[in-house]
């Protein structure tokens, strides 16, 4: 059956350039943590704070990053014209923070055993880019 109902537009998250400097040059915990306080609403930064933290071993830590950059990612979105529902492109440079943060924050909850989490967080990856979902698994 077709969906007759319009996709709602895409949502583009604006670009943060001094932020983005900041953080191509960090390369250790300490100076993404920098990054995050300096730029608290800025995705990215806690998304790499989240990667490290499980690649550390330390997946209630990387949950918490990753929570918090989710949440300020949608806080984003919505001032972005988001309704809660449609695509958010991987290909657009400045949501790949927040998708990063929805597939750690996926990873995170399966690894302290919040399998509903998990799935959850995991599906609305890939219903907000299916191509994220790939290129993050």
Not at 68 to 86: E, I, P, Q, V
Request: hydrophobic share 45%.
């Amino acid at each position: 059956m077709q969906n007759l109902m319009p996709e709602p537009p895409a949502t583009l998250l604006p670009a943060d350039a001094a932020a983005d400097k900041e953080l191509a040059a960090a390369g250790t915990e300490a100076e993404f943590k920098a990054v995050a306080a300096a730029h608290p609403a800025y995705s990215a930064a806690w998304a790499a704070l989240a990667s490290a933290a499980l690649a550390a071993g330390e997946p209630v830590t990387a949950y918490a990053y990753a929570r918090t950059g989710y949440h300020r990612g949608l806080d984003a979105l919505r001032r972005n014209g988001w309704k809660g529902h449609g695509p958010v492109p991987w290909s657009h440079p400045a949501n790949q923070g927040f998708l990063r943060c929805l597939h750690s924050l996926s990873q995170a909850a399966a690894e302290i055993g919040e399998a509903d989490e998990a799935a959850r967080c995991a599906q609305f990856l890939r219903d907000s880019d299916p191509a994220a979902a790939d290129a993050l698994s």
